[in-house]
């Protein structure tokens, strides 16, 4: 009996908090990372409190061209949960003789840190670098962001309307329609201008082998079109201009998609949008 209450004391004197993040892709972490590196943990050494600790990465290689090539990069990292008490199911640590592929970028402080966990880096002893790994840090390189077109992916400004799209509704305009809900998607440039209006199934993305992003959007037309969603694509193409979406890090604007949902509600007689 006193095991069973020892071990209690022991679980709840932990902060448990659960975790919910998403990777970026490869190649976007790459551009926006300061160095990326294969390397070797020389040393580990916790603070005297030991809440954090500082782990020294011999460089065994570089990835990133065209930036200093140290030989040894340091890192201030967050303890163990034994050490801080606090857990999370995001919990992932450093220890020494370990070898990792390491994306380092700076914080809001300017301090130069990584992520074991929703990111690319990682540890390589049990799952080296594959040839695709290799062919993807290679290429990634010669990548321009302006190059692509972006939809979900993470680091980008939220996008919007730049006028109230209930202004440009007529009440007159509205038919007995059918259907009265449609899903639409918005081909928008850097600029901010509307490029097209497709809907979900006619949408094709030609994109990159080597980074899988999209490259080119293609309009097929092989889905035809319900008369609300005719009406829906002649009154969105009245807005010509949308906000701009730009790369948070280094503000390049791009092209995207943005994602739209439309609806009439017949007994209100009002129209409803949603990014």
Same mark, same amino acid.
């Given at each position: 009996?006193?095991?069973?209450?020892?071990?209690?004391?022991?679980?709840?004197?932990?902060?448990?908090?659960?975790?919910?993040?998403?990777?970026?892709?490869?190649?976007?972490?790459?551009?926006?990372?300061?160095?990326?590196?294969?390397?070797?943990?020389?040393?580990?050494?916790?603070?005297?409190?030991?809440?954090?600790?500082?782990?020294?990465?011999?460089?065994?290689?570089?990835?990133?061209?065209?930036?200093?090539?140290?030989?040894?990069?340091?890192?201030?990292?967050?303890?163990?949960?034994?050490?801080?008490?606090?857990?999370?199911?995001?919990?992932?640590?450093?220890?020494?003789?370990?070898?990792?592929?390491?994306?380092?970028?700076?914080?809001?402080?300017?301090?130069?840190?990584?992520?074991?966990?929703?990111?690319?880096?990682?540890?390589?002893?049990?799952?080296?670098?594959?040839?695709?790994?290799?062919?993807?840090?290679?290429?990634?390189?010669?990548?321009?962001?302006?190059?692509?077109?972006?939809?979900?992916?993470?680091?980008?400004? *939220?996008?919007?309307?730049? /006028?109230? #799209?209930? +202004?440009? $509704? &007529?009440?007159?305009?509205? =038919?007995?329609?059918? !259907?009265?809900?449609?899903?639409?998607?918005?081909?928008?440039?850097?600029?901010?201008?509307?490029?097209?209006?497709?809907?979900?199934?006619?949408?094709?993305?030609?994109?990159?082998?080597?980074?899988?992003?999209?490259?080119?959007?293609?309009?097929?037309?092989?889905?035809?079109?319900?008369? *609300?969603?005719?009406?829906? /694509?002649? #009154?969105? +193409?009245? $807005? &010509?201009?949308?906000?701009? =979406?730009?790369?948070? !890090?280094?503000?390049?604007?791009?092209?995207?998609?943005?994602?739209?949902?439309?609806?009439?509600?017949?007994?209100?007689?009002?129209?409803?949008?949603?990014?």
């Amino acid at each position: 009996m006193r095991a069973i209450n020892f071990y209690a004391i022991i679980l709840f004197s932990f902060k448990i908090y659960a975790c919910t993040c998403f990777t970026s892709n490869t190649t976007l972490e790459f551009y926006e990372s300061e160095y990326v590196f294969k390397g070797f943990v020389g040393s580990k050494k916790y603070a005297k409190d030991s809440l954090t600790y500082e782990v020294t990465f011999k460089i065994l290689e570089h990835f990133k061209e065209n930036v200093s090539n140290p030989k040894k990069i340091s890192f201030k990292l967050k303890s163990e949960s034994v050490y801080t008490g606090t857990w999370t199911s995001c919990d992932w640590s450093v220890h020494k003789d370990q070898t990792w592929l390491v994306f380092a970028k700076k914080d809001d402080s300017g301090n130069l840190t990584f992520s074991g966990i929703c990111s690319n880096s990682r540890l390589l002893d049990k799952r080296p670098l594959s040839d695709w790994d290799k062919e993807t840090l290679k290429k990634a390189n010669q990548f321009k962001l302006e190059n692509y077109i972006y939809s979900n992916e993470l680091n980008f400004s *939220f996008t919007e309307t730049i /006028i109230n #799209l209930d +202004s440009i $509704i &007529k009440v007159e305009n509205v =038919k007995d329609y059918k !259907k009265s809900f449609a899903w639409l998607k918005l081909l928008i440039d850097s600029e901010g201008n509307l490029i097209d209006i497709i809907h979900p199934n006619n949408l094709k993305q030609i994109k990159d082998k080597t980074n899988g992003l999209t490259r080119e959007v293609e309009n097929t037309n092989k889905t035809a079109l319900s008369e *609300f969603e005719k009406d829906a /694509i002649r #009154l969105l +193409s009245e $807005i &010509k201009k949308w906000r701009i =979406k730009k790369h948070i !890090k280094t503000n390049t604007p791009v092209s995207y998609i943005q994602h739209i949902s439309i609806e009439f509600d017949k007994k209100s007689h009002s129209w409803h949008f949603e990014f």
